[in-house]
């Protein structure tokens, strides 16, 4: 589900008018495959079937791992494009057009225990004050004895080849971490969470098979580490909790002189899994399987951290039932809040919501999610229609609005029963329908995406 060529997509609104603007990214994956009318060697998330040639390790090593289709983040006048390694390709804002490839493993002021080979990053970076970004990325071992490494590190806009470490911490092993947490105006400095979950990258494997389904490793019997971390080179904070997976944080803030909160979408199984081609196409394996792997449904969780004592608590914040319209379970994710609230206590959330009424996984809606609400949190708004399938919300705030709910939410749907891609803009507060149009192309599932209010645009 995850496979395939990174495309970029954009929306341009302007005098009442919406401007769709779509390229595939040129990446040399995506031209050596050209070349080669096959798909090239490089990491995917599964294997493709066919299988593509093997072309051994010293096929690995050269091969570009360029195709970056996560997410993306403005950096000065570009627009990077990213996926869950250092490397990262950057487009012109406006025209979409190639401006620029980074390679994670060419970049300068990179600081690693030896040996060690710096083969991963976070997707879900954080533009800062400056316009430079801070990211995570994770150090492996290919064999041998010795420490890995997490570390947390800023690209700045005059100079996109150059890393600057702002803290690290050595582990016995690296974790895959799709995306971590930031607080933002905390008294005393900065905070950042980094989740080391139970999954970890055999470079042998990878390198073997050049798919995470292949080289991730999920040893039982490991918890799951929170790291805290302060971004002025602080010394870091370690808890151990009960193992548990995660994909997206929702929102971090401090709670307390000495204490940070988070809230994160969690699972009892790591996500891949799930999507895999053979289960995602089998309605009875897609609808039955998080049960069938002990309720391995994704749960918005919300952590307290005393930094003090080292205490963790933690709260469901969504129970299935009334309080989610949903029958079986509560599954929300690919979250979105007004970002005048990121790093900060809040009160809601936009989130893309499956089995939304429904014991069908692929009953989706995109749902408003108040987390202040009198007798606790609860969906009380849902966009919703049958066989038809959002992807991730962007919301845009109403320009000097107090409210946190005022403003549009947008975004991207495939209409089972027309057969056709459309943009679709609601009310944020109460979700319903204020535009839509059709597009010209058919748009598969999108993940992530971003509004940038200074070209009145946003890009999936």
Known sequence: VFDGFAKVHKWSFKNGKVRFTSKFLPSEFLNNSLAKNAVDWGVLAQETDPPRKNPGPIGFLKAPNDNQGVNMVKLGSTLELLSDTTTFLGVDPETLDFKEQVKGLEMANQSNPLGDVCSQGSAHPYTMEDGSYLSLREANKLAGPGKERMALYRIHPENHAVMDTLAYFDVPRAS????????????????AVVLAQPVYTNLVKLMSKATMQAGFETPEGVGTVIHVVPLDGGEPVAVETRP????????TWSSGPKKVSFDVAIASYLFMGYFDMGIQMNKTRRDNWYAEHNNSYSTTVRFEVDLETKQVTEKELLPKGEACQSEIWCQLDLYKIHPDD???D??????????????????????????????????????????????????VPEPGS?????????????DGNKNESRIVVTDATTLETISEGVLPIHIPFTVHGRWYDDATSVVV
């Open 176 to 191: 895959y971490s799709h995306s971590f947490g930031m607080t933002r105006g905390r008294p005393g400095g900065d905070l």
């Open 244 to 251: 548990f997976f995660f994909t997206h944080f929702s929102n």
């Open 342 to 344: 990121e790093g900060k």
């Open 346 to 395: 809040y009160c809601g959330f936009w989130a893309w919501h499956t089995f939304a009424n429904s014991t069908a996984f692929s009953s989706w809606a995109v749902s408003r999610v108040d987390l202040c609400a009198p007798g606790g949190a609860r969906v009380v708004a849902m966009w919703k229609q049958e066989n038809v399938y959002p992807s991730e919300p962007t919301f």
């Open 402 to 414: 107090k409210d946190r709910t005022a403003g549009v939410v947008m975004f991207k749907v495939f």
